[in-house]
């Protein structure tokens, strides 16, 4: 089979960018490893900065978006026995966030690539890459296949096969793993609150957000290696309590996963013909609900330089993608490496760490400069030009 663009992976990445492509005339081949329902249920971080809903409308799909998301103009954060409201649109010039599930997403995006858009092929696992002559080996209904194509982008995440094509000695990586994770639930109980509460407690972090009026997503930080199984749904909701300092509403846990924190970035994001867009370049800790976003960041920054290619013939853009978008995604693992390290408290944190968090609480609660630096980069950071 050939196609301009070979995507591998059918996450938020390879879903938008087969979209936005598609719109521009420019067909695409999408492989995703796994089945549709795997990929539709995946339960991932549900905010949504102003660009990327701006991109998804764009790909045609923000009908649901429109109607299902709940816009949401700030956060909570409690810490100290106190709770602070950070407003985002007076520090950011009217910006908010949209929260709107990761799974939506991916299922609108799917809804219309199969109505209308080119192969998404499902349980079809790319095995293996050419990145000079962009020819994808895969396997798929129990055939070794190939794919060959003008560009490939690599869109299968932390763990797929993209990066590892790029020679070792052409790529660089830096990482950082976390002394925690995070020990996830999906809960039928309403919202805690009407915005999300991001609470630092020296019994460790907890986040409460929400699906829906009568779903509930909530995380409390936890050591690694962390059984969910030893967090029944009552030491959970008793653990929430006091981390929250209120007393949310319970219903029955739906969904329980421990979530390891790593920062990640390898650069550069394109080697040959092969790109590598989202988690498969970077990773951010969820604490700043980057991933989606910075996923969908790269895909249109990716997609306009592959439209420029195609209607005139230059390769300027596509030359500039990896160091257009790593001037972002720098800035996005900055930041939740950052507010990771302010809300989280380390196995043997020292009192006089735990004092320095608060005082940065303080002055994020005191001061609109040191609140802005937060609301500009929650709500996100300008797309490059
Ligand atoms: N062949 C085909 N598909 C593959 C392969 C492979 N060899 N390896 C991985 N995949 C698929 C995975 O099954 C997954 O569906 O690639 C997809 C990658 O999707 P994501 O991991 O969601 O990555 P991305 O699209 O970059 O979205 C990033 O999703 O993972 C969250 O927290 C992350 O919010 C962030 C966003
Ligand atoms: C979520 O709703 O899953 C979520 C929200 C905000 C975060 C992380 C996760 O920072």
Known sequence: MHTTVGIIGAGPAGLLLARLLHNAGIDSVVMERRDRGYVEQRQRAGILEQATVDALRAAGAGARMDRDGIPHHGIELRFGGRAHRVDFPSLTGGRGVMVYAQTEVVKDLIALQLADGGPLL????????????????????????????EYVVGCDG??????????????????RTYPYSWLGILAEAPPVHDELIYA???????????????????YLQVPNGTDPAD??????????????GRRPERGPVTAKAVLPMRS?????????????????AHIVPPTGAKGLNLAAADVAVLARALIRWRETGSAELLDAYSD????????????????????????????????????????????PHAAAELAENYTGLPLPD
């Open 231 to 244: 967090w029944p749904d009552e030491r959970i909701w008793d653990e929430l309590d006091v981390r929250l």
């Open 122 to 149: 499902f349980e079809a696992e790319a095995t293996g890459l050419d990145v000079d002559g962009a020819v994808v080996r895969y396997r798929h209904e129990g055939r070794e296949q190939t794919l060959t194509c």
């Open 264 to 280: 990640h970035v390898t650069e550069p994001m394109r080697h040959g013909r092969l790109f590598l867009a989202g988690d498969a």
């Open 324 to 367: 257009t978008c790593l001037r972002r995604v720098w800035q996005a693992v900055h930041f939740s490496y950052s507010m990771t390290a302010l809300l989280h408290t380390e196995p043997g944190q020292s009192a006089f760490a735990t004092r320095l968090q608060l005082s940065q609480l303080e002055r994020i609660a005191t001061s």
């Open 200 to 218: 630092h407690s020296e019994r460790g972090f907890a986040l409460a957000s929400m699906r829906s009026p009568s779903v509930s997503r909530l």
């Open 158 to 175: 932390f763990h797929g096969i993209a990066r590892g094509a790029v020679p070792e000695g052409a790529r660089t990586t830096y990482e």
